[in-house]
Antibody, heavy 124, light 107 residues
Framework: EVQLLESGGGLVQPGGSLRLSCASSGFTFTNYAMSWVRQAPGKGLEWVSALSVSGVTTYYADSVKGRFTISRDNSMNTLYLQMNSLRAEDTAIYYC?????????????????WGQGTLVTVSS | DIQLTQSPSFLSASVGDRVTITCRASQDISSYLAWYQQKPGKAPKLLIYGASSLQGGVPSRFSGSGSGTEFTLTINSLQPEDFATYYCQQLNSYPRTFGQGTKVEIK
């Protein structure tokens, strides 16, 4: 059974940093590109970032570019999101998600498994 | 960036109704569109990919159609468990934008 378990969320002051983790199991992590998607309270889904299998190719939403860094440790089957210079508008539930098909990050594939999310609250 | 506009934003329907949600893209995305269902407090669930392919385990009352810039999600014979929010997502290019969502409520 595919499982994605996010952790690392919490309350942080504006300008602060947090590192989210997503531990995976039930599939061959090293074969799949991964993504982060967030959802502000009461709002819709916002795609945040994606990372290739090798960890070399990355994509970011303009709203987080230069502040967030996505990475992975294939030996630990874990995806990360380092979030710096946090703002109130970054407050959201952050989901990690797996791309549906083995292949390159450029593959036009949906996200077929999602974690339960971790809440990040940016407030003073 | 590709913008996706869903309509309507809210929809009130009864059990047994046929429901149609539209997603319009700001540029041609061929058939690279997915639909997700999200229930309160839960993660999104993939329903449809490639505009019209049903994800495994998803009931056949869900169907998708369209290509280019206009797409539809249809739910035939709405069931109580279908009351949720539905999102489209374009898979053609990065950033992989979502529509703003359509909330399907019980009439």
């Amino acid at each position: 059974e595919v499982q994605l378990l996010e952790s690392g969320g919490g309350l942080v002051q504006p300008g602060g940093s947090l590192r989210l983790s997503c531990a995976s199991s039930g599939f061959t992590f090293t074969n799949y590109a991964m993504s982060w998607v967030r959802q502000a309270p009461g709002k819709g889904l916002e795609w945040v970032s994606a990372l290739s299998v090798s960890g070399v190719t990355t994509y970011y939403a303009d709203s987080v570019k230069g502040r967030f860094t996505i990475s992975r440790d294939n030996s630990m089957n874990t995806l990360y999101l380092q979030m710096n210079s946090l703002r109130a508008e970054d407050t959201a539930i952050y989901y990690c998600a797996k791309m549906a098909t083995v292949g390159t990050i450029s593959g036009k594939h949906p996200l077929d498994y999602w974690g339960q999310g971790t809440l990040v609250t940016v407030s003073s | 960036d590709i913008q996706l506009t869903q309509s309507p934003s809210f929809l009130s329907a009864s059990v047994g109704d046929r429901v149609t949600i539209t997603c319009r893209a700001s540029q041609d995305i061929s058939s690279y569109l997915a639909w997700y269902q999200q229930k309160p407090g839960k993660a999104p669930k993939l329903l449809i990919y490639g505009a019209s392919s049903l994800q495994g385990g998803v009931p056949s009352r869900f169907s998708g159609s369209g290509s280019g810039t206009e797409f539809t999600l249809t739910i035939n014979s709405l069931q109580p468990e279908d009351f949720a929010t539905y999102y489209c997502q374009q898979l053609n290019s990065y950033p992989r934008t979502f529509g703003q969502g359509t909330k399907v409520e019980i009439k």
